[in-house]
């Protein structure tokens, strides 16, 4: 039980350097207007699959996933299976929509549906604000954990994951974003598959006693844990499994983060690709975390003796940096540190994106040009960059037992909010703008109040309640609005082509 030593410090550092390297690499070339938003045409669709998952995976699943599984049960696993409900959708439906606008953002959908600058303006930033919040934690968690192992200051981890991320991709667009985050993927994809190898082989029994106390020792699901519950609005495995399969359809459908990426190509055979790739690695390395989450659970319950910590999104960590032999756990520890700095960046990048096409240049008098554009960005994605590391120190010095939960409820809160106006827009031929508007500040209202005054309803049902009353209203309020029953361009929805 050595900790973590100077040796996997070295790894650790030659590591974040190697991935800033890496960065620069892919941004040699000067990027200018769309090729700094969209890429230049060459970056593969494993890649850009890799970098989706790396994007909403990345280190909140790293450490909390492994920390639920170790301290609970297996029920926020069914979360994962909610790729069985969003993939399909968003292929059978959003990418061909998406596709065959060619839009340049999420929320240039919204102004082309509901002929509406406001509404574009509105998405944006509800993105905006969304994802400052994600950067925040992201940086946050593994900050903490580190700290916490290294001794190194907290504060002093989260500025240098934000100096690096915002390097790259403030020199280099969305290029060197999405093979930096395809880099991190693939490290987190195999040293958490060679980590959970090793750490079977460490416990008495094997693998034969990890599923022993799966299935018999009430760790897939506890007693008073229900697959089904048929109060919608009580956590059951059920909720779980719908409200993450509707968390997921809003990053697809209306996350600027998620859509750039199907920015990148308008071949509707490599974006189903992609996103059943993504779907595959994401469930795929879930499992391998809640199987981690168990080994961890009958690990110690074998040697409690070598226990470091009982806080659940520290405890992977910590047999990272006390179990695992010296210099792997330098590169692990390294692979979570640097996973957040690729998923910032790609934050950095579709802040950036997003607050110059949807806002800047729709409020600007003249049009802007694309080098123009390129500088505004790359200001925004400074600025951005330092205030989610303010934030992040901010969280650092509070306490959030989860952050994978805190993360899933934000997430219900702003993207199912944001995600109805798109339903409503995308499966309506007769919804107007103001029906969206109605729509919108209906179901925010009610979220809002459900989170703060009413905690018994699960938030896992945040996205299913937000998205209905936004299309129930939406749809009332545009009986009444659109009275002469004009019809959407039909190529905004998905009746397109249909009679």
Not at 61 to 71: D, E, I, K, R, V
Not at 228 to 236: A, E, K, M, Q, V
Not at 258 to 265: A, K, S
Request: glycine fraction near 8%.
């Amino acid at each position: 039980m050595v900790g973590f030593t100077m040796i996997d410090l070295v790894v650790l550092v030659v590591y974040l350097l190697a991935v800033l390297f890496a960065g620069l690499f892919f941004s040699k070339k000067e990027m200018k207007g769309k090729e700094f938003f969209k890429g230049d045409g060459t970056i593969p669709w494993w890649v850009t699959s890799v970098s989706i998952f790396a994007t909403l995976l990345s280190p909140i699943s790293f450490l909390s996933l492994a920390g639920n599984s170790y301290a609970g049960s297996w029920i926020l696993w069914f979360a994962q299976l909610g790729m069985f409900i969003a993939i399909p959708l968003t292929i059978r439906y959003f990418l061909p929509l998406y596709s065959r606008l060619e839009i340049d953002t999420a929320y240039q959908y919204l102004e082309m549906r509901y002929e509406s600058k406001g509404l574009r303006i509105l998405g944006a930033l509800m993105f905006i604000i969304y994802q400052i919040g994600r950067m925040s934690i992201i940086m946050y968690l593994p900050s903490v954990v580190l700290s916490t192992l290294t001794g190194i200051n907290v504060n002093v981890l989260i500025v240098v994951m934000g100096i690096i991320a915002i390097i790259y991709s403030y020199t280099g667009g969305l290029k060197a974003v999405l093979w930096t985050d395809f880099i991190q993927g693939m490290v987190l994809i195999i040293g958490v598959s060679g980590a959970l190898i090793y750490m079977i082989s460490q416990i008495n029994g094997g693998f034969g006693e990890v599923m022993s106390t799966l299935t018999t020792g009430n760790k897939f699901l506890l007693p008073d844990e229900k697959l089904f519950d048929p109060n919608f609005l009580h956590t059951s495995a059920f909720i779980i499994f719908f409200g993450a399969g509707l968390n997921t359809l809003s990053s697809y459908v209306s996350s600027q983060d998620v859509v750039q990426r199907f920015t990148t190509t308008t071949d509707i055979k490599q974006l189903n690709k992609m996103t059943y790739g993504n779907g595959i690695l994401s469930m795929g390395l879930a499992t391998i975390f809640y199987l981690i989450g168990t080994c961890l659970f009958v690990f110690y319950g074998q040697n409690p003796e070598l226990a470091q910590t009982v806080q659940q999104d520290q405890i992977f960590a910590s047999y990272i940096a006390y179990e695992l032999p010296v210099g792997v756990t330098g590169i692990l520890l390294a692979a979570i540190y640097a996973a957040s700095q690729s998923t910032l960046s790609t934050g950095l990048n579709s802040v950036a994106t997003s607050w110059v096409l949807d806002i800047q240049a729709l409020l600007s008098k003249e049009e802007i040009p694309m080098e123009r554009q390129t500088k505004i960005a790359q200001y925004v994605s400074l600025g951005v960059g330092i205030f989610a590391i303010i934030v992040a120190i901010v969280l650092a010095s509070g306490n959030i037992k989860s952050a994978y939960e805190w993360f899933n409820s934000f997430m219900g809160l702003v993207l199912g909010v944001l995600a109805g106006v798109f339903i409503l827009g995308a499966f309506s031929k007769k919804a107007d703008s103001k029906g969206a508007y109605a729509g919108f500040i209906a179901s925010a209202i009610v979220v809002v109040y459900l989170k703060y005054f009413v905690p018994e309803v699960t938030y896992w049902a945040y996205s299913l309640i937000t998205i209905a009353i936004c299309v129930v209203v939406g749809l009332i309020v545009s009986k009444f609005t659109n009275k002469d029953g004009k019809e959407a361009k039909s190529e905004t929805t998905v009746f397109y082509g249909k009679n």
